[in-house]
């Protein structure tokens, strides 16, 4: 039984990911009570007592905020699905953490190692070896060449270039388009080519 929690425009690419492996979603969950229903699915305010005892209730976070997705995570004792695209290439050596989802097109080539509760939109390309903590999204388009490492929490902007063995921070974000070609720290936001830190942002402080 798969709830999604969030009811927005990436919970519906997530609900086309499951239909097409024909697995059952009970229903979406939403803080927004006008939000009724999202492609034919029921969207309810909170899970019934009934079901929040049932466990085998599976949880997908359908939230693209990365700090959302996290104090959502923490708050919730239910078990996670996650939810790969048909049409994703996963390699039988990569593994993928509880809660994440890999859309279409998506390449994780041997040795990857990703989080929990990550988002790889759809066409990124995560060569071998590279290793995503926890709550990272990288976006549509995206390429991480090998043994790169992103810290927990990271954004990847659309169509960003990661060169081989780069490491970078936490709840860093790289630009749209960036190309990386030296490490990053912990909350820069990074854009250009070469990419270059313009600001710093503290989105979460764990
Ligand atoms: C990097 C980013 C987060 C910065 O947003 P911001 O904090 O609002 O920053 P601003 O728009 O004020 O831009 C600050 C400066 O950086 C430049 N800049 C912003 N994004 C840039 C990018 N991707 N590439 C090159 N330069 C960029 C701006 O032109 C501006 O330059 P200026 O000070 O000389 O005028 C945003 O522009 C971005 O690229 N987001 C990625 C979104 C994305 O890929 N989403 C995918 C969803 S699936």
């Known amino acids: 039984m798969i709830y999604l929690y969030g009811a927005g425009g990436h919970a519906k690419v997530i609900i086309e990911i499951l239909e097409k492996k024909n697995i059952f979603i009970s229903g979406l969950i939403d803080v927004n009570p006008d939000i009724k229903k999202v492609l034919g ?29 996290k104090k ?80 927990e929490g990271t954004h990847v902007g659309i169509g960003a270039c990661i060169i081989p063995g780069i490491k970078i921070g936490k709840w860093a974000i790289i630009g749209a388009g960036t190309v990386v070609i030296k490490d990053i720290p912990d909350y820069a936001v990074v854009v250009g080519n070469p990419g270059k830190v313009i600001k710093y942002n503290y989105p979460y402080k764990g």
């Open 41 to 69: 699915y029921p969207v309810s305010e909170v899970l019934s007592d009934t079901l929040s005892l049932n466990g085998e209730v599976e949880i997908i976070i359908a939230i693209g905020n990365n700090v959302v997705r």
């Open 72 to 151: 959502i995570a923490e708050k919730t004792n239910h078990m996670f699905a996650t939810a790969i695209h048909t049409s994703a290439n996963i390699s039988v050596n990569a593994l993928i953490g509880k809660g994440s989802v890999i859309m279409a097109g998506v390449t994780a080539n041997s040795g990857v190692v990703v989080g929990s509760h990550n988002i790889l939109n759809s066409n990124c390309c995560i060569d071998h070896d590279c290793i995503l903590e926890d709550y990272v999204h990288i976006s549509p388009n995206a390429a991480l060449a090998g043994n790169v490492t992103v810290g």
